[in-house]
């Protein structure tokens, strides 16, 4: 167990230093107050996310939570749930159809709410 849990903080760790250093070129790239580079590491790291799930259904646990649940955890902002939506498709697509619109419809409503109850 604790293995597991220091896979998981080593990928994380690297993911987070990584999106923050695409947070820093996009700004220099893009001078506009669009969040490119939260929009970049999204993509990349949905598709990096497909890629493991193509390639990897059978990956050793170990690699698994280094580089899905850790890097790609810490690198992006999106990539378990995209990860977990795309499982649930292979199995039903109306529990992806629901996860999506929860997910989305349920995570705006929070920040909205959140920002209405404490602003």
Do not use: D
């Not at 230093?17 to 590491?41: D, E, K």
């Not at 649940?69 to 977990?84: C, I, K, Q, R």
């Amino acid at each position: 167990m604790i293995q597991n849990i220091i896979w998981v903080f080593l990928g994380g760790g690297l993911g987070c230093v990584s999106r923050y250093g695409v947070n820093i070129l996009a700004s220099a790239i893009f001078s506009t107050r669009f969040p490119f580079g939260t929009l970049i590491v999204n993509l990349v790291g949905s598709f990096l996310i497909g890629v493991f799930f193509a390639l990897h259904k059978e990956a050793i646990e170990k690699y698994r939570l280094l580089l899905v649940t850790g890097f790609l955890g810490g690198f992006t902002t999106f990539s378990a749930f995209s990860y977990e939506t795309l499982a649930l498709a292979e199995k039903s697509l109306q529990y992806a159809f629901w996860n999506v619109l929860l997910n989305v419809i349920g995570s705006l409503g929070a920040v909205f709410l959140a920002y209405r109850l404490f602003s």
